[in-house]
């Protein structure tokens, strides 16, 4: 659904990823894992088109999309939600997910909304509520729902449960695992979280250094015979 070809990518001249190749299937989970400062956040940002392409492509649904603008892409059904700021704090709840609806037909708004808390039950005592109120936690299932309510069909984390108390963390990994089950959804997860990522991810890459170090299925890499020394970047 997702592909990267021979991706080279950063921020103007700042070099950070180097011929990634990717592929995210459909109504999969597939996580992207590394140590810090690895290129996991500036690939979501190249697939959504908020970093500098300085060559490779793109693709989507198996049409290029590298040169589209952000708000081109939100369209055709990708979201992309960062770690923070993912939420107009200021705003009720009810009304994040109501602006959220802002490109679906007038008539569907009430259904998507109803989708969007079916799966995030815990935000409706919250709808009056600023959002800027919630806790970390409830302010990362605000943003997933406010995806479905835009009617997402892609949906790329980055690091959702960062900061989050255990419980919360947990219950983020929950509803991943719900969103592609019951909604079909295929999702992008970079997570620090490795473990538990990939114990709920489908497919699997590893970034060191910009560069793809691993890529199969999650649970080969989980149990890597060099699992450790890989996801800390040891590559000898």
């Known amino acids: 659904m997702l592909r990267t070809v021979k991706l080279n990518a950063g921020y103007k001249e700042l070099h950070i990823l180097f011929d990634v190749d990717a592929e995210m299937e459909k109504n999969k989970i597939t996580a992207?894992?590394?140590p810090n400062g690895s290129g996991k956040s500036t690939l979501l940002k190249s697939i959504f088109g908020l970093a500098t392409i300085h060559s490779g492509k793109v693709f989507f649904n198996g049409g290029e999309i590298t040169k589209y603008p952000p708000h081109a892409r939100t369209k055709m059904g990708i979201a992309y939600l960062p770690q923070t700021d993912n939420v107009f704090a200021?705003?009720?709840v009810e009304e994040n997910l109501r602006i959220a609806a802002y490109t679906v037909d007038k008539d569907e708004v009430k259904d998507r909304i109803n989708t969007a808390l079916d799966i995030f039950?815990?935000?409706e005592r919250f709808m009056k509520r600023k959002a800027g109120t919630l806790s970390g936690g409830e302010r990362q299932?605000?943003?997933m729902a406010t995806a479905l309510v835009r009617k997402a069909n892609v949906l790329m984390l980055d690091e959702p449960t960062a900061q989050l108390a255990p419980k919360f963390a947990e219950l983020i990994f929950d509803r991943v695992v719900k969103l592609r089950d019951d909604l079909k959804l295929t999702i992008l997860l970079v997570e620090q979280n490795v473990q538990r990522a990939?114990?709920?991810s489908d497919d699997a890459?590893?970034?060191v250094s910009g560069r793809v170090a691993f890529s199969g299925k999650a649970n080969d890499?989980?149990?890597?015979e060099k699992f450790e020394k890989l996801c800390m970047g040891i590559l000898d």
Do not use: D, K, Q
């Open 32 to 34: 992207v894992v590394g």
């Open 198 to 200: 990939l114990e709920i």
């Open 90 to 92: 200021n705003l009720t």
């Open 121 to 123: 039950p815990e935000l």
């Open 205 to 207: 890459y590893l970034l």
């Open 221 to 224: 890499l989980l149990e890597h």
């Open 141 to 143: 299932m605000l943003a």
